[in-house]
């Protein structure tokens, strides 16, 4: 950990654009790969009798990682620049991108958005931009990647630029919010040393370009919410949940409250990093013990809060989605499994109250019959088990949510209001 304040990276972009490369080629040049890690792929390759291409070790590292990281949520990469520390929130190249991006761990503050030039504006990278838009990412830094593959051509690059402008103007992403870098992550063009190869760009390299990024929002001064990711029984303790707090603290002795199982009780112990502590503050990772509470009375998916302002259950609530892929209509009455936090519930989509225009964010049409790919829209959602979700603009940390149906994301949006 360190003292610098904290940045959490989205690197997202079309499949096979580079974003895993990019990642390598960042931790690798900022020394982020541990040195063990690198000595033994050196050796390896060294009885292998191959030469000391370092960069791809890291890859490879990476890649198991990858694999590793389809049974936790989200695998965390860290690296540093001079004034920030960035966590990469989730391992690009994920299936679960975009449900990590909504339900994970941490959710991003800015995004590199990788485009390759020789492919340019492709369908995931509309559907990325328009989700960064959708779930508040402040800048976006678009890397022009792959530069090597189109000889280094200043006009290919030009008009990549132009495309993504175009596009961000559709969506309503402020361009001046915006940088673009000319990249090669596989060559390491502008990643961390200005390229003779782009003897036409004089802007920032990727990694100036990162580093004078705003400094994030602090967090919220929204009371304690801590979703349960997992219920444990220690012996010598009793019962442990664990998971990371979004917003506020937690104080030994603090009264608390677990919503939507409805249980409470006093704050005995916590725990992070296997050491006792007297409180916790929001990112941290707790387990923690509460006088009176069995593992039966509580549940992955249950939010802890403070018992005088406990976590909101929802009857139903209005949300702002974005249909990103279904194969066919979305009507009033469809029942898909929605992602918060870490709660998966069921929930019908009671119904469908205005379609928006994307490229102006006027409403299109009030009451439409349905909404398909592409659409944005304002829904009334009624889950069908106890939900604890918040308003996106009174805790945004617990207001958003991704709709999975088909083992596919199809669509994601945040909370506007809840009716308890
Ligand atoms: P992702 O799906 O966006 O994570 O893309 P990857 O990082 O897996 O890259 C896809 C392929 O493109 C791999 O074979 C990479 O080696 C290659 N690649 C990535 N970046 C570059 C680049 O800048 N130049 C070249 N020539 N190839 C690249």
Same mark, same amino acid.
């Given at each position: 950990?360190?003292?610098?304040?904290?940045?959490?990276?989205?690197?997202?972009?079309?499949?096979?654009?580079?974003?895993?490369?990019?990642?390598?080629?960042?931790?690798?040049?900022?020394?982020?790969?541990?040195?063990?890690?690198?000595?033994?792929?050196?050796?390896?390759?060294?009885?292998?009798?191959?030469?000391?291409?370092?960069?791809?070790?890291?890859?490879?590292?990476?890649?198991?990682?990858?694999?590793?990281?389809?049974?936790?949520?989200?695998?965390?990469?860290?690296?540093?620049?001079?004034?920030?520390?960035?966590?990469?929130?989730?391992?690009?190249?994920?299936?679960?991108?975009?449900?990590?991006?909504?339900?994970?761990?941490?959710?991003?503050?800015?995004?590199?958005?990788?485009?390759?030039?020789?492919?340019?504006?492709?369908?995931?990278?509309?559907?990325?931009?328009?989700?960064?838009?959708?779930?508040?990412?402040?800048?976006?830094?678009?890397?022009?990647?792959?530069?090597?593959?189109?000889?280094?051509?200043?006009?290919?690059?030009?008009?990549?630029?132009?495309?993504?402008?175009?596009?961000?103007?559709?969506?309503?992403?402020?361009? =001046?919010?915006?940088?673009?870098?000319?990249? +090669? &992550?596989?060559? @390491? %063009? !502008? *990643?961390?040393?200005?390229?003779?190869?782009?003897?036409?760009?004089?802007?920032?390299?990727?990694?100036?370009?990162?580093?004078?990024?705003?400094?994030?929002?602090?967090?919220?001064?929204?009371?304690?919410?801590?979703?349960?990711?997992?219920?444990?029984?220690?012996?010598?303790?009793?019962?442990?949940?664990?998971?990371?707090?979004?917003?506020?603290?937690?104080?030994?002795?603090?009264?608390?409250?677990?919503?939507?199982?409805?249980?409470?009780?006093?704050?005995?112990?916590? =725990?992070?990093?296997?050491?006792?502590?007297? +409180? &916790?503050?929001? @990112? %941290? !990772? *707790?387990?923690?013990?509460?006088?009176?509470?069995?593992?039966?009375?509580?549940?992955?998916?249950?939010?802890?809060?403070?018992?005088?302002?406990?976590?909101?259950?929802?009857?139903?609530?209005?949300?702002?989605?974005?249909?990103?892929?279904?194969?066919?209509?979305?009507?009033?009455?469809?029942?898909?499994?929605?992602?918060?936090?870490?709660?998966?519930?069921?929930?019908?989509?009671?119904?469908?109250?205005?379609?928006?225009?994307?490229?102006?964010?006027?409403?299109?049409? =009030?009451?439409?019959?349905?909404?398909?790919?592409?659409?944005?829209?304002?829904?009334? *959602?009624?889950?069908?088990?106890?939900?604890?979700?918040?308003?996106?603009?009174?805790?945004?940390?617990?207001?958003?949510?991704?709709?999975?149906?088909?083992?596919?994301?199809?669509?994601?949006?945040?909370?506007?209001?809840?009716?308890?």
């Amino acid at each position: 950990m360190s003292d610098k304040p904290h940045q959490n990276l989205a690197v997202i972009g079309h499949v096979d654009h580079g974003k895993s490369t990019m990642v390598g080629r960042l931790l690798y040049e900022t020394g982020s790969v541990p040195e063990h890690v690198i000595e033994q792929h050196k050796e390896e390759a060294e009885e292998k009798g191959k030469g000391g291409f370092e960069f791809a070790y890291v890859m490879d590292n990476l890649a198991e990682e990858r694999e590793r990281g389809v049974t936790i949520d989200i695998a965390h990469q860290e690296f540093d620049t001079d004034d920030y520390y960035f966590t990469i929130v989730d391992c690009p190249g994920h299936r679960d991108f975009v449900k990590n991006m909504i339900t994970g761990a941490s959710q991003a503050d800015n995004a590199v958005l990788v485009v390759a030039a020789d492919d340019g504006v492709a369908p995931q990278t509309r559907e990325h931009v328009f989700l960064a838009r959708t779930l508040g990412i402040d800048e976006l830094i678009v890397a022009v990647n792959k530069m090597d593959v189109v000889d280094y051509k200043e006009d290919t690059y030009k008009q990549v630029v132009s495309d993504v402008q175009d596009l961000l103007k559709q969506v309503q992403f402020n361009t =001046e919010d915006a940088s673009f870098i000319p990249t +090669s &992550a596989f060559e @390491g %063009d !502008n *990643v961390s040393e200005a390229s003779e190869n782009t003897p036409w760009y004089d802007g920032e390299t990727l990694l100036e370009a990162l580093n004078s990024l705003p400094e994030p929002q602090p967090p919220t001064d929204a009371p304690l919410r801590l979703p349960i990711q997992d219920v444990y029984t220690i012996s010598g303790i009793g019962t442990v949940p664990v998971g990371r707090i979004e917003t506020g603290t937690m104080n030994t002795g603090d009264n608390v409250s677990f919503q939507p199982s409805d249980v409470g009780g006093e704050v005995k112990t916590i =725990e992070m990093h296997h050491e006792e502590v007297p +409180s &916790a503050e929001p @990112g %941290d !990772n *707790v387990g923690f013990n509460v006088r009176g509470i069995g593992k039966d009375d509580i549940r992955r998916g249950d939010v802890c809060g403070p018992a005088d302002e406990p976590p909101t259950v929802a009857e139903t609530f209005t949300a702002q989605v974005v249909v990103m892929q279904h194969p066919s209509v979305i009507t009033a009455g469809y029942t898909p499994v929605f992602h918060a936090h870490t709660a998966q519930v069921a929930c019908t989509i009671e119904s469908i109250d205005k379609k928006m225009d994307p490229a102006s964010g006027e409403v299109a049409e =009030e009451n439409p019959d349905f909404i398909q790919s592409g659409d944005a829209a304002v829904v009334t *959602v009624r889950p069908q088990k106890p939900l604890s979700i918040e308003p996106s603009s009174e805790i945004p940390e617990l207001g958003s949510f991704a709709v999975r149906d088909m083992g596919q994301t199809i669509a994601a949006g945040k909370v506007l209001d809840v009716n308890e």
